[in-house]
């Protein structure tokens, strides 16, 4: 239907594969590609690329004694369809990512038991997919850029701690929630508390007597029908020689080894070598992922159509990407995925200033009125806010976004009025404490209380 409506099908190449993208010395890029049903190979040059494909191809495997001789089927969660295939097994999923979660909460329902092995032997920090009756994606403006997020992570952590069984048996994490990859999954506490997951550490060995899995600890597991590897991917394009997306050794040698091998993109998306390739989508933020690709694919084809201020110079971009990457790293725990990581709210209002359609809260104010004004600060921010004013604005916008936070408050009524008054209540004593200048000791003594 969105194809249609926007006129996409005529543009569109179905039952073709890309084989290889690459730069051509004129700085244009050559794609190969195979139409699959003719089985024809062919080649284009285009002057821009938008990489769209997702970046979860290449599984991670991990390597454990005795893999090659274990008796029971293993395969990785990237293969993993249906719960249904395992029914009545003893399945042990490695992984405490949200796929392993998943994966692990859907087998409950037919597999005979399911354990869970988790490497670092804590369980990552969980958040239900509704907390306080609000889905845990409602990001509200005011509190977003209001409320310091690691007093934003303790007031969840502390949330999730009081409100769902978790026996003491289980190892909480303890790095703070906002430094972690927090998982989403709201069964889980239930299937822990209950006993259908049970949590492992580490795998030491398998082995093919009895099918048997030996943990770190010592303990064994006998009789594992299946293992299922939720271990990850690697971010990987097989069409596109890595060098475009990493940088290349050259970062490394200017940049330092922090910065070999890791994504090399300003804000995520261009290398600043090659600005005339775009990946959408590969960023990792506490937020939903398709508004994120939808803002970038808005910057991306604004900046082609040069509808708006091009990029910066190369060397602009580097220092960007470095800058961000040291933030990063300073703030998050150290993993692959940390240069891509990015606050929500701050990112799409980076992108939506430079597209122009930033939903400048005077202007809203000034056009829509207080009561809409205070829907747009206190509500969901959700990403129709983008099409209130500017490029690209869309008149539904306004009526979309009273009634998606109509139904929204509808459901969390309670919880909605208790947060909103804990907000007024920090907003007074943050104004108190700063005229006489206690904030930065106050943010000490709070660091200290919580031994941050
Ligand atoms: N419902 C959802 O929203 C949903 C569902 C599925 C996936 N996703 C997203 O899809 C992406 C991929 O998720 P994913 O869960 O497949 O992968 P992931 O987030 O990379 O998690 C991989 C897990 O495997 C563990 N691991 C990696 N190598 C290991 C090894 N050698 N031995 C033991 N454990 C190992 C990691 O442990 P460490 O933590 O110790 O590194 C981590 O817990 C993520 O962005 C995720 O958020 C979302």
Request: contains cysteine; proline residues 5%.
């Amino acid at each position: 239907m969105y194809a249609e409506n926007f006129n996409l099908l005529p543009h569109i190449k179905f039952n073709t594969t890309v084989l290889k993208v690459s730069i051509l010395p004129d700085k244009r890029w050559k794609v190969k590609y195979i139409i699959k049903s003719k089985n024809e190979e062919k080649e284009e040059i285009f002057d821009f690329v938008m990489i769209c494909s997702g970046h979860y191809s290449k599984s991670k495997w991990p390597k454990f004694k005795g893999m090659n001789l274990f008796k029971g089927e293993q395969l990785h969660s990237y293969k993993y369809k249906r719960a249904i295939d395992f029914e009545n097994k003893r399945v042990l999923v490695v992984g405490a990512g949200n796929s392993a979660m998943d994966i692990a909460v859907e087998l409950t329902h037919v597999a005979s038991q399911v354990y869970i092995s988790i490497r670092s032997g804590k369980l990552p920090w969980i958040i239900p997919r509704f907390l306080k009756g609000k889905p845990r994606d409602h990001i509200n403006r005011f509190s977003a850029y209001i409320i310091p997020p690691f007093i934003r992570g303790k007031i969840i952590e502390n949330s999730i701690i009081k409100s769902f069984p978790i026996s003491s048996h289980l190892k909480l994490p303890t790095d703070p929630l906002i430094a972690t990859f927090s998982i989403t999954n709201s069964e889980i506490f239930q299937c822990l508390a209950a006993g259908t997951i049970i949590v492992k550490p580490n795998i030491k060995e398998l082995k093919s007597e009895n099918n048997q899995i030996e943990f770190v600890d010592g303990s064994i597991l006998e009789n594992i029908d299946v293992v299922i590897y939720s271990t990850g991917y690697y971010i990987d394009y097989p069409f596109l020689e890595k060098h475009i997306y990493t940088g290349g050794d050259e970062i490394e040698q200017v940049y330092g080894k922090d910065f070999h091998k890791i994504v090399w993109l300003y804000r995520s998306i261009f290398p600043p070598k090659y600005p005339n390739i775009a990946f959408i989508g590969l960023t990792n933020r506490a937020g939903s992922s398709l508004p994120i690709c939808e803002m970038q694919a808005r910057y991306v084809t604004s900046l082609i159509k040069g509808f708006i201020k091009s990029l910066p110079s190369q060397n602009e971009m580097e220092r960007s990407i470095r800058k961000h990457y040291e933030n990063s790293l300073k703030k998050y725990c150290k993993s692959a995925r940390s240069g891509i990581r990015y606050n929500y709210l701050s990112y799409m209002d980076t992108l939506s200033k430079d597209i122009g359609c930033y939903p400048y809260p005077y202007e809203i104010f000034k056009k829509f009125g207080f009561n809409f004004w205070k829907l747009f600060m206190f509500g969901m921010a959700t990403p129709i806010q983008y099409r209130l004013i500017g490029r690209e604005s869309w008149e539904g916008a306004k009526d979309a976004i009273s009634l998606y936070n109509e139904y929204s408050f509808k459901n969390s009524t309670r919880g909605s009025k208790s947060y909103k008054s804990w907000i007024y209540i920090l907003i007074v004593l943050l104004i108190l404490l700063n005229r006489n200048g206690g904030f930065k000791k106050s943010i000490s003594v709070y660091r200290k209380i919580f031994n941050k």
